[in-house]
C-alpha cells in the first residue's frame, strides 16, 4: 500500500471519529419522543445538573468554548426524550426580571453559570455566562443581593466581536 493512499485512509478515520464526537455535543442525534434517557447519556454524557419538575427531568449541558452553549435534555416519566433546547441566547436573557427572578430562576433559565464572583463588601453575588448570538460572542452577568433576588442584569458584547460597540442593561 502506497504512503498516499495510507494517508487517505488515515485521514479518513480522523474524520469519522470526529464527527462521531460532535454528533453528541448538541443531542442532533436523539429523536424526541423515541430516544430514550439511556441514549441521552450515551450521547451526551454525564450532565452538569439536572432538575426535577413535576412532569419531567432536566438535564443540562454545557458545552463549547466558556460553555457558551447549554443544551438542556427534557426527559418525561416514562424515561422518553421530548426534546432538547439551547438555553444561552438573548432571548432567554430578556426573561431574567429585576427584582423578582431568584437564583433558582436563573439557574432553571440557563443551567449552571460559567462563573460566580461574590462581592461582599457589597453584599452581592455574580453570575457570569457567555453566550453567541449568531457570529455576535456577549457576556451576562447577573447580579444578585443576598436574599438570592436578581437585582441587574448586564449584557456586554464581547471587544474582538463584530461590531462591539453595544451594551445592554435591564
Not at 142 to 163: H, K, N, T, Y
Amino acid at each position: 500500500m502506497s504512503v498516499k493512499c495510507q494517508m487517505r485512509q488515515w485521514l479518513t478515520v480522523l474524520l469519522v471519529v470526529l464527527l462521531a464526537g460532535c454528533a453528541g455535543y448538541s443531542g442532533r442525534d436523539l429523536v424526541p419522543g423515541r430516544s430514550t434517557a439511556a441514549e441521552v447519556r450515551a450521547s451526551m454524557g454525564e450532565p452538569a445538573m439536572i432538575v426535577q419538575k413535576p412532569d419531567e427531568t432536566w438535564w443540562y449541558y454545557p458545552r463549547g468554548y466558556y460553555a457558551r452553549e447549554t443544551f438542556v435534555a427534557r426527559i418525561g416519566a416514562d424515561g422518553a426524550l421530548r426534546g432538547i433546547e439551547q438555553r444561552l441566547d438573548l432571548a432567554n436573557t430578556r426573561k431574567v426580571q429585576v427584582g423578582t427572578s431568584t437564583m433558582e430562576d436563573v439557574r432553571e433559565l440557563f443551567g449552571p453559570p460559567y462563573q460566580i464572583t461574590r462581592f461582599n463588601r457589597l453584599k452581592r453575588t455574580i453570575w457570569e455566562y457567555r453566550m453567541r448570538d449568531f457570529d455576535v460572542r456577549w457576556q451576562v452577568y447577573v447580579q444578585f443581593s443576598d436574599d438570592g433576588i436578581a437585582r441587574e442584569v448586564l449584557q456586554l458584547q464581547e471587544l474582538d466581536s463584530p461590531g462591539a460597540d453595544m451594551v445592554g442593561l435591564h
